[in-house]
């Protein structure tokens, strides 16, 4: 009987330290971040652009929505470069603006409004839709023909800043 008190003790006391990390790490997610990105949460960026990541970069502005269950959410990055040189792999990827694709440019003034609600590092549809910007579709999610979430990165070579947003509804 001390044996199966013991037991049921144990067992009650790891189910609390269990319950406590779990409602921590749920909390920690759900949490929204403004302008709290360090240099490490936003090198997947340039990454993912093929940029290189061996120059000097500070992250200007950042955003994380909280998460839901069904995966909608807002992030974006908005990140001061000195240097924007492509790998060989992702150089086809950057395409000069404007996007003439009327799925893409819906995509991207998705992704811009969004970003744009929530912090004031990113350019205006108009500007980040111009020729004066480099754009990359990393990936777009589609309803339909109707655009309802995109990975998206932007170099504005003028500014030497590098945008990224990632948005899902």
């Known amino acids: 009987m001390k044996w199966l008190r013991l037991g049921l003790e144990i067992v009650g006391a790891l189910a609390l330290i269990g319950l406590g990390a779990a409602v921590w790490v749920f909390h920690d997610g759900n949490s929204e971040k403004a302008n709290m990105a360090k240099r490490n949460e936003a090198i997947f960026v340039l990454n ?29 990055f908005c990140i001061q470069i000195e240097n924007f040189e492509v790998t060989s792999q992702t150089k086809d990827e950057w395409r000069d603006g404007p996007e003439k694709d009327p799925v893409l440019a819906a995509a991207l003034e998705l992704g811009i409004n969004d970003a744009r609600e929530h912090g004031d590092c990113f350019p205006s549809i108009e500007e980040a839709n111009s020729q004066n910007m480099k754009i990359m579709f990393w990936s777009v999610v589609l309803h339909g023909r109707q655009p309802t979430g995109a990975d998206i990165l932007l170099y504005d070579p ?12």
């Not at 061996?54 to 909280?66: L, T």
């Not at 800043?161 to 948005?167: A, G």
């Open 48 to 76: 993912w652009g093929g940029i290189s990541t061996n120059q000097d970069f500070h992250v200007i502005g950042s955003y994380r929505s909280p998460r839901n269950f069904n995966g909608d959410h807002l992030d974006f």
């Open 158 to 169: 003028k500014k030497r800043r590098l945008y990224f947003v990632s948005s899902k509804v």
